[in-house]
């Protein structure tokens, strides 16, 4: 069984910010495509950011010059830095391993990131 392990989920105000971390097994992580989606209440889960084992990287719209996805080689881990973050931003955020040469995908269980003042 894989296992993603997510964690910097919390509670922060408005202009705010947090890290998400999110390790996987070293396999997974060197060939899977890693990255973060959210999913707020009412709405379909959506990707926030997405970084190949190559390093290019893809944004939603909505975070583009305020998130950023990096890998951690020596960790297996990607990050996702959040910055001046706003209400909208308000979600459950799932890691996620997708591969791009099989049918294999893998979640993690979440973690809540609620921006309120």
């Known amino acids: 069984q894989v296992q993603l392990v997510e964690s910097g989920g919390g509670l922060v105000q408005p202009g705010g910010s947090l890290r998400l971390p999110c390790a996987a097994p070293?396999?997974?992580?060197?060939?899977?495509?890693m990255g973060w989606y959210r999913q707020a209440p009412g709405k379909q889960r959506e990707l926030v950011a997405g970084?190949?084992?190559?390093?290019?990287?893809n944004y939603a719209d909505s975070v583009k010059g305020r998130f950023t996805i990096t890998r951690d080689n020596a960790r297996n881990t990607v990050n996702l830095q959040m910055n001046s973050l706003k209400p909208e931003d308000t979600a459950v955020y799932y890691c996620?391993?997708?591969?791009?040469?099989?049918?294999?995908?893998?979640w993690g269980q979440g973690t809540q990131v609620t921006v309120s003042a």
């Open positions: 996620n391993a997708n591969s791009r040469v099989g049918p294999m995908n893998y």
């Open positions: 970084i190949a084992s190559e390093g290019t990287t």
């Open positions: 070293r396999n997974i992580f060197s060939l899977f495509v």
